[in-house]
């Protein structure tokens, strides 16, 4: 027979948020906001034919929607305790 002291006890993963967001997610995101404000900003100055609303606000803001949002969502900064050390 063997003891229940012998058997080792799984523990399930604990659960914790999906996403974690941390202060430097959210200045990321404020910039993507600034970024996408100057984006519009750009598009409505002059006429609809002209080099600011033509070409440089679209960049800006692709810029912003495809780039920066998507990084203040997933960036996750390197953890001092995930990192194993050795010895």
Request: charged share 15%; glycine share 6%; aromatic share 10%.
């Amino acid at each position: 027979m063997q003891n229940k002291k012998d058997k080792t006890v799984k523990r399930k993963p604990q659960k914790g948020p999906l996403i974690s967001l941390t202060a430097r997610n959210y200045r990321i995101f404020g910039i993507a906001v600034l970024v996408l404000i100057v984006g519009y900003i750009f598009m409505s100055i002059g006429p609809a034919s002209s080099f600011w609303s033509l070409t440089l606000a679209p960049i800006i803001l692709v810029i912003g929607y495809c780039i920066l949002i998507p990084l203040a969502i997933f960036y996750k900064s390197p953890n001092k305790d995930s990192v194993r050390k050795s010895g």
